[in-house]
């Protein structure tokens, strides 16, 4: 399943709410029985989708490390983005 550029990414988040590294993913990881794959979220897996990750890292929507990359829907980056500035990015 392809996704647009309004998909979000967890680096995106972190910087979009100035939060450290891995805030959005902490945040994500906490709530994944939430979650919906295809529908909340979307796994971009290295062996598959390497031409897309590497547009990501290039776009720099990704952190340079990302090996199978998360790509989050507009309701989903919404919920992880209202979490992180309640809770001044501490997950």
């Known amino acids: 399943m392809a996704h ?3 998909w979000t ?11 450290p590294k891995g805030s959005a993913f ?3 990881k906490r709530r994944l ?4 794959e295809g529908l909340d979220y979307q796994v971009l897996e290295a062996d598959l989708q ?3 990750i590497a547009q990501l890292k ?4 990704l952190y340079g ?3 199978n990359a998360v790509l989050l829907s507009p309701q989903a980056a ?3 983005r209202a979490s992180l500035v309640e809770t001044n990015c501490e997950h």
Do not use: K
């Not at 990414?9 to 939060?19: A, K, P, V, W």
């Not at 290039?58 to 929507?61: A, K, L, N």
């Open 65 to 67: 490390n990302t090996i």
């Open 4 to 6: 647009g550029d309004n």
């Open 50 to 52: 390497a031409e897309r």
């Open 26 to 28: 902490r945040a994500f």
């Open 33 to 36: 029985d939430q979650w919906r």
């Open 58 to 61: 290039d776009q720099e929507r």
């Open 9 to 19: 990414t967890f680096r995106e988040l972190d910087q979009d709410c100035d939060c």
């Open 78 to 80: 919404r919920v992880i």
